[in-house]
């Protein structure tokens, strides 16, 4: 019995060692293995959470969702919906006891209503186009929800019918407007986006806004619309103005009654004005916007005014940082918010004397990161650089965000990711202090040298943080330091050193990215002689900015870059954007500019073998850009490659095997070109 206990007890112990032994690094297949929680929302009595939690299906090679709730407490942890679809922006019922969301599972998005207490479902739409932003009336009655109203398309002629029996080939379309074709949607039917509501017990949709104008407006602005505590009126930020086209960021808000259909402009300046929220006793309304100066970054204020739209002003001016995602507390005591700050998005709370106070951080910076129940209880989604983002609890019995969702436990149980190191350096240029963070491999031996990767990132406004990233942490994994920094221009440091670049992209940001290489080797545990670079997007203007005036790069991968201005400016989804806050003015009125700021002004320095990717159905940075500098490097005879991925539209990540196939590129090209002395490893003579 004993020689029996004691076999049983070593071989517990080594299952156990292989156990340890088996927990290996992330490997691009984890792509379909790796789960997401987003869009928590918080029952009214703080009880029940319900989110989205993310996957990705093997074997239809698509990403779909389903609706998961959970206690507060973090018990029963249970799905409400299944299947391979995608069903999103749940809702919660005034009175808790019903769920309202959209959901694709006939084939096409519809709003179902789900009652909590027996689970019954009902679709509640049949509408031709999907319906987004949805939101409850106060009195539980009715849902708002966006949706798209075709329009008669441009008619210059009219074809004769084609003979009994003949196929002809698909007509001609015609295209009126400035923006025809958008990232992620293609080429733009004719129509605009409005507000309807529809029973929440089902029946016709009723249209409230109308006009040759889109309900949301553009960026922070696009958001659902607002009901007044009675039910009675829905405030909406739209751009009506004549001008929509030419200054699409000057939205304002609008009230509109559902009994008579008048509108009322509640706000009037240059600029956008969105996101409005209306306080629990209807006498306040919170929105976002600011004073447009033209500026490439204008930091989003908070402004309270009242319901009339008389005493507007700014509780937020010395934040100095962007707010979004407005919540009122119901005791109408403030308002919550969300804002990044070096690095690290942050819940904020400010009262209606301007007070400020920080109530959590590491929340996702992705949309709709929290909720509010009506005891103050937040239901958020907290990320941390080792862990992807889950469900977490604060509020006042929670003064710590207490994590209750471990929907990746299985697979991070098994793999091992790397540690992630914040670093903060002097830039070259003018000792400007800069921020960043160093990912180094699972298996880092301080003793060894690593190939080091500097990842960096688009927008150009955007920033990096101390947050989940799948992608550097997979370059990890392949055995490569990771670095990856928020130079001048990134967001969540201020106004001032955002607008560093503001006319002046790419330029000096360079600087800043060189010096985080020297800064790292500089550790002792990075292999000078094999270094790259890689970056999307904006991050791949800056890769071919670098290799431009830089030779030390071993090999450069330039995802989805923007390669001319003065072209990029007249085929991208974003014209108006572009030379409006990008540049001072149209590109033939300003050539040298656009000349001087595009990477082609660099390409007879560069050396440094180069892959360059995109997506075939992108709009934001089209494919042509791309194919322009490959020609040019093979004009010169540089080792360059062109990836072009089918149906994919900015990012290469919308279908799994995309993705990973990018990952795939990236490291297969770098370690193609590893080993081996580099040439010159100095900063071009342009570069001083």
């Known amino acids: 019995m004993k020689r029996f206990l004691v076999s049983i007890t070593l071989l517990l112990i080594t299952a156990a060692a292989m156990a340890q032994q088996k927990r290996t690094g992330l490997t691009v297949e984890d792509i379909f293995n790796l789960q997401s929680a987003g869009d928590p929302q918080i029952s009214p009595d703080g009880q029940r959470i319900v989110y989205v939690r993310g996957f990705a299906d093997v074997m239809t090679d698509k990403r779909c969702s389903n609706l998961w709730t959970i206690n507060a407490d973090g018990s029963n942890n249970r799905p409400l919906t299944s299947g391979v679809h995608n069903d999103g922006n749940p809702r919660w019922s005034p009175d ?20 909590m207490d027996s689970g019954q479902t009902a679709r509640i739409t049949s509408l031709q186009t999907a319906p987004s932003r949805i939101e409850w009336s106060p009195d539980g009655k009715e849902i708002s929800f966006a949706g ?68 949301g407006g553009a960026g922070n602005n696009a958001s659902a619309a607002s009901w007044s505590p009675d039910s009675k009126f829905l405030l909406v930020s739209a751009n009506r103005h004549d001008d929509y086209e030419s200054n699409p960021n000057d939205t304002e808000v609008y009230r509109f009654s559902l009994g008579d259909g008048s509108v009322k402009a509640l706000t009037d300046r240059r600029g956008p004005d969105g996101s409005p929220a209306i306080s629990p006793d209807g006498k306040h309304i919170a929105y976002v916007g600011f004073d447009d100066k033209f500026q490439g970054y204008q930091a989003t204020r908070l402004y309270l005014m009242n319901s009339d739209g008389s005493g507007s002003h700014d509780l937020s001016a010395k934040l100095d940082r962007d707010v979004r995602d407005l919540r009122w507390a119901a005791d109408g005591s403030g308002v919550y918010f969300a804002y990044d700050d070096q690095g690290d998005t942050k819940l904020g709370f400010y009262s209606l004397t301007g007070q400020l106070k920080q109530l959590a951080n590491h929340v996702t910076n992705g949309g709709n990161p929290f909720s509010v ?23 006042p019995n929670h003064p710590e965000a207490r994590v209750i969702t471990d929907v990746n436990h299985d697979l991070l149980a098994q793999r091992q990711l790397g540690r992630v190191e914040e670093i903060w350096f002097n830039s070259s240029l003018d000792n400007k202090k800069i921020h960043g963070w160093v990912i180094t491999p699972p298996d880092f031996s301080p003793g060894k040298k690593y190939p080091m990767v500097l990842e960096i990132h688009g927008g150009p406004f955007a920033n990096y943080g101390d947050r989940f990233d799948l992608e550097k942490q997979l370059m990890a994994a392949h055995g490569y330091v990771v670095v990856f920094i928020n130079p001048r221009g990134s967001t969540s440091y201020g106004e001032e050193f955002g607008n560093l670049i503001h006319h002046a992209y790419p330029g000096d940001d360079f600087y800043d990215l060189n010096s985080a290489v020297d800064a790292v080797i500089a550790k002792g545990f990075v292999d000078p002689e094999n270094v790259f670079v890689t970056g999307g997007s904006g991050g791949g203007v800056l890769t071919c900015w670098m290799i431009g005036r830089s030779n030390r790069f071993k090999a450069a991968a330039s995802l989805y870059p923007v390669i001319d201005w003065y072209s990029f400016a007249l085929t991208s989804d974003i014209p108006i954007l572009v030379t409006k806050y990008w540049f001072p003015g149209n590109p033939w009125d300003y ?15 560069v050396k440094t073998p180069t892959l360059l990717m995109t997506g075939e159905a992108d709009y934001r940075t089209p494919i042509s850009q791309a194919e322009e500098y490959y020609e040019a490097l093979k004009l010169q005879h540089i080792e360059t490659v062109l990836v072009r991925v089918p149906d994919e539209p900015h990012g290469v990540a919308q279908r799994p095997s995309h993705h990973m196939a990018k990952i795939l590129m990236i490291m297969g090209w770098f370690d193609k070109h590893k080993g081996g002395a580099n040439p010159e490893g100095s900063i071009n003579k342009t570069a001083e």
């Open 591 to 605: 050539p040298e500019q656009y000349a001087k700021r595009s990477v082609i002004s660099l390409v007879k320095n």
């Open 373 to 395: 129940s009506r005891n103050g209880t937040i239901a958020m989604i907290r990320t941390l650089p080792e862990h992807p983002g889950e469900v977490a609890v604060a509020g």
């Open 96 to 115: 808790g006891t019903r769920i309202a969301y959209v959901s694709d599972e006939d084939g096409h998005g519809q709003i179902y209503v789900r009652w």
């Open 148 to 215: 798209f109203v075709p329009a008669e398309p441009v008619k210059l002629m009219q074809m004769p019918k084609s003979p009994p029996g003949a196929k002809w080939a698909e007509p001609a379309v015609v295209y009126d407007k400035s923006v025809y074709r958008f990232n992620g949607a293609g080429y733009i039917k004719p129509g605009y986006t409005h507000v309807f509501v529809v029973s929440s017990e089902g029946g016709t949709p009723r249209q409230i806004t109308s006009g040759s104008f889109q309900f």
